[in-house]
T-cell receptor, first 115, second 114 residues
Framework: AQSVTQPDIHITVSEGASLELRCNYS??????LFWYVQSPGQGLQLLLK??????LVQGIKGFEAEFKRSQSSFNLRKPSVHWSDAAEYFC?????????????FGRGTSLIVHP | DSGVTQTPKHLITATGQRVTLRCSPR?????VYWYQQSLDQGLQFLIQ???????AKGNILERFSAQQFPDLHSELNLSSLELGDSALYFC?????????????FGPGTRLTVL
């Protein structure tokens, strides 16, 4: 079965600093990979997804992620963080048990942004 | 606003009781997914319906059941509630059957079992 590890429970950055959130997955084939963001009191919103092709994926709100097959990683990056980016970030892997591609989510990384 | 609505926003009930959570998907979306988010387990997939039919099943307890109606809204029924069922329950929708399509999440229903 597929699994996702987000090693960092909390990340604190200063506004304007760069950001990298780590995600490692376990799956026997090329998975579908997602990053979602959850703002306080809100549902999840898709930031970006990788299915195939270019391993550097651009998303909304200035985020990007890079798929590295050799490292089984799909890290999320942003060059300059804004205070409004403070939220919970979830990495997910979609595999195909029974053809469903249901995503398995990591435990999340809480991003704290200092002014 | 994702376009997915969930009612109620909050629900407080007692152990042993039964509750129904309701979800209206985005206009035109045929798939509805239910997730449970708790501190212990994180975000767990429960069940997916596509155009009225069960499409995929995850870690859903036998005490829980769901259905999708002809107007495509969905209900999640939780019975014989236990303290451990306290969680945030999310509904998500997407246009197609395959779950790798973007899912649009509702704001959730927070269930507290006392």
């Amino acid at each position: 079965a597929q699994s996702v590890t987000q090693p960092d429970i909390h990340i604190t950055v200063s506004e304007g600093a760069s950001l990298e959130l780590r995600c490692n997955y376990s799956y026997g084939a090329t998975p579908y990979l997602f990053w979602y963001v959850q703002s306080p009191g809100q549902g999840l919103q898709l930031l970006l997804k990788y299915f195939s092709g270019d391993t550097l994926v651009q998303g909304i709100k200035g985020f990007e992620a890079e798929f590295k097959r050799s490292q089984s990683s799909f890290n999320l990056r942003k060059p300059s963080v804004h205070w409004s980016d403070a939220a919970e970030y979830f990495c997910a892997v979609g595999a195909r048990p029974g053809g469903s591609y249901i995503p398995t989510f990591g435990r999340g990384t809480s991003l704290i942004v200092h002014p | 606003d994702s376009g997915v609505t969930q009612t109620p926003k909050h629900l407080i009930t007692a152990t042993g009781q039964r509750v129904t959570l309701r979800c209206s998907p985005r206009s035109g979306d045929l798939s509805v997914y239910w997730y449970q988010q708790s501190l212990d387990q994180g975000l767990q997939f429960l069940i997916q319906y596509y155009n009225g039919e069960e499409r995929a099943k995850g870690n859903i307890l036998e005490r829980f059941s769901a259905q999708q109606f002809p107007d495509l809204h969905s209900e999640l029924n939780l019975s014989s509630l236990e303290l451990g069922d306290s969680a945030l329950y999310f509904c998500a929708s997407s246009p197609l059957a395959e779950a790798y399509n973007e899912q649009f999440f509702g704001p959730g229903t927070r269930l507290t079992v006392l």
